[in-house]
């Protein structure tokens, strides 16, 4: 199995910017295709963006499209999200997933493996 665990997060201005980093131990990292996905309270946890084992393939939701950016390093064995231009509506505790296949989903079902979260607040 694969331990996760998610850092980066803060308090910023809306239009700015916040890295997160996700940290993996235990199996080859490259085994697995990673996803975030955000939570805020009483909300379903909601599909951010996802990557394919090798990194070849992303997606993203409609809402963070062009302003966020998905990444790994396999050989650091860390996930990124780039996140950019935030708004208000971007506050949300974020997490990072994975799964041992190639192909990420956008479904927080299709995951084994999940991260504590990191806290992210975007003040208008």
């Known amino acids: 199995q694969v331990q996760l665990v998610e850092s980066g997060g803060g308090l910023v201005q809306a239009g700015g910017s916040l890295r997160l980093s996700c940290a993996a131990s235990?199996?080859?990292?490259?085994?697995?295709?990673m996803g975030w996905f955000r939570q805020t309270p009483g909300k379903e946890r909601e599909y951010v963006a996802g990557?394919?084992?090798?990194?070849?393939?992303?997606g993203y939701a409609d809402s963070v499209k062009a302003r966020f950016t998905i990444s790994r390093d396999n050989a650091k064995n860390t996930l990124y999200l780039q996140m950019n231009s935030l708004k208000p509506e971007d506050t949300a505790v974020y997490y990072c997933?994975?799964?041992?296949?190639?192909?990420?989903?956008?479904?927080?079902?299709?995951?084994?493996?999940w991260g504590q979260g990191t806290q992210v607040t975007v003040s208008s």
């Open positions: 997933a994975a799964r041992n296949t190639y192909f990420d989903s956008i479904y927080s079902t299709g995951y084994e493996y």
């Open positions: 235990g199996r080859p990292f490259s085994s697995y295709a």
């Open positions: 990557i394919s084992r090798t990194g070849s393939r992303t």
